[in-house]
């Protein structure tokens, strides 16, 4: 059975940090790029960030850029996205996915808000940051 389990989210005051992780079973992990996306309530949902397999190649959203980093421990099928200077715009529920479709520009490019579904999805963490 393939799952990602999200975790690390909570309620954290502006300026904060959080790291959330995403461990992944059932599927060859090592094989796949992992993505975090997230949603607002009452907004769409939006690409965080990805890292590829193999070169570990990562891409951002221009929102993130700068505080968070992505990376992807496949000892453990683990990937982290460590949040720092937090701001009460981030606050939203964080889903990491993973696929093995598509190119890394056709990856990436949902990050930035292009068409593209990945293949599976955990169930999600929320992020609340206090003003």
């Known amino acids: 059975e393939v799952q990602l389990v999200e975790s690390g989210g909570g309620l954290v005051q502006a300026g904060g940090s959080l790291r959330l992780s995403c461990v992944a079973s059932?599927?060859?992990?090592?094989?796949?790029?992992i993505g975090w996306f997230r949603q607002a309530l009452g907004k769409e949902r939006e690409g965080v960030a990805c890292i590829n397999s193999g070169d570990g190649a990562t891409v951002y959203a221009d929102s993130v850029k700068g505080r968070f980093t992505i990376s992807r421990d496949n000892a453990k099928n683990t990937v982290y996205l460590h949040m720092n200077r937090l701001k009460p715009e981030d606050t939203a529920i964080y889903y990491c996915a993973a696929t093995l479709k598509g190119s890394w520009s056709l990856i990436a490019g949902a990050i930035q808000g292009e068409s593209f579904d990945y293949d599976y999805w955990g169930q999600g963490t929320q992020v609340t940051v206090s003003s």
């Open positions: 059932g599927f060859a992990f090592d094989d796949y790029a």
